[in-house]
């Protein structure tokens, strides 16, 4: 196989922070990607928890590079690129295969729905060829209920029948096990990202590839050492624990709540501006969460420090 | 009112014309629009039958400054110009409304789900006011099968009440006749077009605006037709001739549908291509439709003629 390696391991879907007027803020993104690298987390930026769709292409290429520009490692980074209009999918895609990316999260054209199978292969087919690059590593993205486009079984074996050193792996946020599980046993060698870290030790211990999880966000180190320690006794315990965290994260709306807790841990509260469709969390949203987490002694160790302009 | 009266009577959701390596085609837009114009039809460019989502905001930019530039009329146009992402959104009205569009017709971000009328009332108010100008007209665009992302009758009030002289309409495609009904007697003036003109009538009678549908892409005259003679002793007829025609339509995918319509009756076999996620029809589809077109008497009056270069 030609080109950057398979990715693997826990990747940060990294929420993209807003200033006041709702434009994005480059040197933050910086500062919290730093930091959830020397946490062992990977940049799964552009994801859905980034707002990415709420991001014009512009936008996302000048994010791009900044991150690039500011010396992080490219290799760590998956962006997300697929978008509704191919010509879009094809400029940011090709864009971060010229920068070095490890690789690229790719959605299907999510606009139209009950499209067809055959449509969807197409779809890929025109991005893989226009981007023409043996570097260029996709990640299927799976997310049906979201994108309300999902990623049948027959179409990933279609594309690794035509594209196998291309199209090397998939993130899975259907939260259907069985679907993940299948994937394990049908594409054997094809990285399978759980989009949540509540099956990571179950996905590890079938040859999974990591995970690429909301609550990476605050809670990077901990799900990278479940993903690295997988085969240790105390594994279960440490699946346990974040469980617990991510069952009560759940109880709120994910985005804004992710970006509650950043402000917070790091003490700049413009964290907490989203982009509208998306409202940011309620004055007793925001405190019924803290004091939940303050009651799990939970911490961003380290986050305001790396935040500190 | 400042700006432009509001619009009314028929408009075409122009399918968009892609080449073999699928880039727009400026010049067979330019020659349909004209052909559509000539059948007292408006010009509803970039909606869902146009593929919109499917062509990067370069694309629409480019493809709306070529109908200008061929001196067609920017009052009977409604480009579609809402996106996922505010800027986006910002930057297509902006220059639609530069240009001297009659309004626009405003998808609401569709890629979250479940979202809040909060969020939809913000990201209207959003886009609103970065555009900034007095002649911007807003249709609201509510499709929630497609971009599953309603917009209820409480986020119209609300938007109504802010911006009174900005948000003076709604395409309504839901195919929900009570939803239709209850706009137009809760917001008089208001200017309701149905998706879908088996309802052309029932609307024109309770006060509608005329409507914006798939099949006035290839039968443009008798749906505009009815719209201006909707108090004549034949319109029911009419009513029932072209429901005819729209019910044997839906049997097939409509966009490659239509497209294989008019690729047939203007001898231009190009108009088939579709971009992905789409697939045109299979020829048993295409046969089976043209058959039963054919068995109408169905005709596209002139459009052999405007399409011949």
Known sequence: M???????????????????????DAGRLVRQCRWLLSQNCGLAIFGTNSEANSLSAEEKIDLLDALVDAGLDTGRMMPGTGACAIPDTVRLTSHAVKLGCGGVLMLPPFYYKGVSDEGLFRGYSEVIQRVGDSNLKVYLYHFPQVSQVPISLDLIERLLKEYPDTVVGIKDSSGDWSNMEAMLKRFPGFAMFPGNETVLLKSMQNGGAGCISATANINPGAIAALAANWQSPDAQAMQDKMNDLRQMMQQFPMIPALKAAIAHYSGDTDWEYVRPPLVELTLEQKTEMLAELDKRGFAMPGLAEAQAV
Chains 1, 2 share one sequence.
Do not use: C, I, Q, Y
């Not at 990715?7 to 994005?24: E, I």
């Open 2 to 24: 030609s080109g950057p390696e398979k990715m693997s391991g826990v990747l940060s879907p990294v929420v993209t922070p807003f200033n006041a007027d709702l434009s994005a």
